[in-house]
C-alpha cells in the first residue's frame, strides 16, 4: 500500500495559527518536507515534532518530487510544509502534487493560514469575484502584458510582493490601472500588522517618504463595470454601422451574431442595423 502525502498550513506569522489536525499530522507521518529546514525547525521544535525532515524547495523541487513520489509508492507517509502558509500557493509545492497524482498516490489538503485569503478578508473589497496574480513577472514584456490583461479585470485583484520591489510595483499598477482603491496589508498575523487602505496615487505618494519593510499583500479594486461600459461606448460612437460591425466580425462572430451585438451595444433594432447596411450598400 502506498502512503499519502499530506499539505499541511502552517503559522504566516503568529505561531498559534495551526491547526489541531495539523499538529497531530506532523506528528504522525514518516517524513516531513520543507522547503526550508532551518527555519521550519523552529516550527517543530516549538511543538516538539521530533519527525525526520528534508528539504524541498525551488532549486531542487523536480528531482526532489521524484525521490519523495518513491518514498510514497514505498509506503511512507509525507507531510508538505513550506516557508508559511497553504503549501502549492506561489511556493514549489504544486510540482510535488502533479507528481503524486501522476504516480496515483493519494494526496490531501490541511487547511490553514493562507496570506492571500486572510489579506483579501481585511480588504474592505468585494470579496465575490477574485483574481489571484501571485508575484508580477520579472520579464518586461511579459509583465506589461500582465498588467494590461489586469485593467481590464473586473474581478478583485491580489497580489503579493517583496519589500524591496514594492515601490516599483505600485508605480506600475498606478500608471496602468489609475484610479483604483487598494488595501495593503503588511505582516499579517504579526506583532506589526498593518493594513492600509487608501488610492493607488496615494499608495504610491505614501512610500515615498516611507522604506517600505516586511511582508506585504496588495489587494486592488476591480475595473467598475461602469467604466467598462463608457469605454466600449466609446469604442463604437465614433464608428459607421459597418466600420462597427466589422469590429464584431473580426472578434470571430458571424453576420448574424454581430448584428446583434451591433444593436444591443447601440439600443437599437437588429431591422435598424440591417436596414443601415443596405443603405451603406454592405448588404
Ligand atoms: N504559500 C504562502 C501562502 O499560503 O500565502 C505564500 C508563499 S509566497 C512565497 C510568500 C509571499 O506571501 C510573501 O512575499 C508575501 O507577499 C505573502 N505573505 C506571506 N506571509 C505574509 C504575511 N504574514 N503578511 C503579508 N504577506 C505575507
Redo the contacts with the bound molecule.
Sequence with gaps: MSGKLYLCATP??NLEDITLRVLRTLKEVDLIAAEDTRYSRKLLNHYEIKVPMTSYHEHNKVDKARYLVEQLIDGKHIALI??????A???PGEELVKQAYDAGIPVTSLPG????IT?LTLSGLSTQRFSFEAFLPHGKRERARILKELTEDTRTLIL???PHKLKKTLEELYEALGKRTITI??????IHETILRTSLEDAVAFYEGSEPKG???LIIEGKSHKELEIEKQSMWEEKTIAEHMKTYIDKGQDKKEAMKSVAKDRGISKREVYQALLDAKIE
Design positions: 504566516i506569522g513550506t516557508d508559511a502558509g497553504t503549501p500557493i506561489s511556493d493560514p493562507c496570506a492571500l489579506g503579493y510582493e517583496a496589508v503588511r505582516e499579517l498575523t504579526k511582508e506585504y499583500v
